[in-house]
């Protein structure tokens, strides 16, 4: 049955079709959500969400684009991915990064993922009537699509050489890995989480931050780390710090260290013994090394999915076939104990912001004498 979903408010002085709408933006790794009042414009199609906001939600953007505005006028726009709530669907949506003071905007784009459409007259969202559903994405994009065959697995010396040939920003593109697991990651025995360090890194410079005094702040300094310290440095993380992309703490500081989790833990910044950021004083030179390398940490979601940076599009396609197969290796490596039944069920290769590119399993995991189970 279909059923409406009424607007927050009509936005005075805007046009027909133009209300405003509560919904939810969430952290990278879905732990956490803030609402926000958004407008819902039937003419635009991403939505915007202050940068300030998605900044504290632990993302950061993956690009920058340029739109036409309705004024036939050319902007620039920082853009990431983002997990967006509504009811109890949360869909990854792209996200344009708003000015401090702009108006959240529930855009087109986001709508249609969640299979819901605008009602202009009685100002409400509803659920999409019909089957011909089609997103509004760009020409590039679409011309991208049609180098793709959707319903083929391809082996992945070809589909990196397709989504060198498809990407098409601006910009060096990251290139991600989406794997859809069989596992259920609600029993303890089928948790997937670990790290390494990719052959060829990930193509930009990793901000590390180091907790550790004495000797051990002594090591972090020679060794490179861009921020080490003690209570200070706690303290300073404690009030909002958060410019760097890996942490690392020796183990006498974890004490400390600790009542950082609400600040660290839903930007997947908390140290932790699992993923080698917890260490011992002596070994933090390797760890600082690997950290700005390219080490990468892999973990399933609430859905099951897990998704991994591979590099960027300019790497050759050497380099970005050998980190697959190190991160395909990682991940069959360390199956949960529970696993049951087909352990992959699909991967699929991407860019920022192209078409995905799905992968033949048997394929993929023979580049590491993996078995497909």
């Given amino acids: ?24 933006v969430g952290s990278p790794d879905r732990l956490q959500f803030r ?7 039937t003419g635009a199609i ?3 969400v202050p940068g300030s906001i998605l900044s504290e939600l632990g993302h950061q953007a993956s690009g920058r684009e340029a739109f036409e505005l309705g004024d036939g006028s050319i902007v620039e726009w920082d853009i990431s991915d983002v997990p967006v709530r509504i009811g109890d669907k949360v869909r990854v949506t792209t996200c344009v990064w708003g000015p401090e003071d702009s108006m959240p905007v529930l855009g ?21 009537r019909g089957f011909f559903l089609m997103a509004q994405h760009g020409k590039k994009y679409m011309a991208a699509l049609e180098k793709v065959e959707r ?58 931050l180091v907790f550790a005094e004495g000797e051990g702040a002594h090591l972090a300094e020679q060794a490179g780390a861009d921020y080490v310290g003690g209570d200070d440095l706690v303290k300073k993380v404690e009030g909002g710090f958060l410019d760097f992309e890996v942490a690392l703490a020796v183990k006498e500081m974890m004490g400390k260290v600790g009542r950082l989790g609400r600040v660290l833990g839903p930007r997947g910044l908390m140290p932790n013994p699992r993923t ?12 600082i090394k690997d950290a700005k390398q390219g080490r990468v940490e892999f973990r399933t979601d609430r859905t099951n999915l897990v998704h ?18 190190a991160l395909i290796e990682a991940i069959s490596r360390e199956r949960p104990s529970g696993a049951k039944g087909q ?11 192209s078409p995905g590119i799905k992968l033949d399993i048997p394929a993929t995991l023979s580049l590491t004498g993996a078995a497909a189970v």
């Fill in 151 to 208: 319903t083929r697995a391809y082996e992945p010396k070809e589909a990196i050489a397709l989504l060198k040939d498809v990407a098409y920003a601006n910009f060096d593109e990251t290139v991600e890995l989406h794997i859809r697991t069989g596992l259920d990651t609600r029993h303890a025995d089928q948790q997937l989480r670990g790290t390494l360090v990719l052959p060829h890194g990930l193509g930009k410079g990793q901000r590390v």
């Fill in 276 to 287: 080698s950021t917890v260490v011992e004083a002596e070994d933090l030179p390797k760890a």
């Fill in 1 to 24: 049955m279909l059923r409406s979903l009424p607007a927050s408010s009509k936005a005075q002085g805007e046009s027909v079709g133009t209300f405003t709408f509560e919904f939810d």
């Fill in 308 to 325: 991994v940076p591979l590099g960027k599009v300019g790497f050759s396609e050497e380099a970005l076939l050998e980190n697959l197969s």
């Fill in 46 to 48: 991403f939505s915007r």
């Fill in 108 to 128: 087109a784009v986001t709508l249609e993922q969640f299979l819901l459409m605008v009602d202009p007259t009685r100002q409400e969202i509803v659920p999409a």
């Fill in 35 to 41: 609402t926000v009042n958004a407008l819902v414009d």
């Fill in 343 to 353: 352990y992959i069920r699909s991967v699929t290769l991407t860019t920022t912001m």
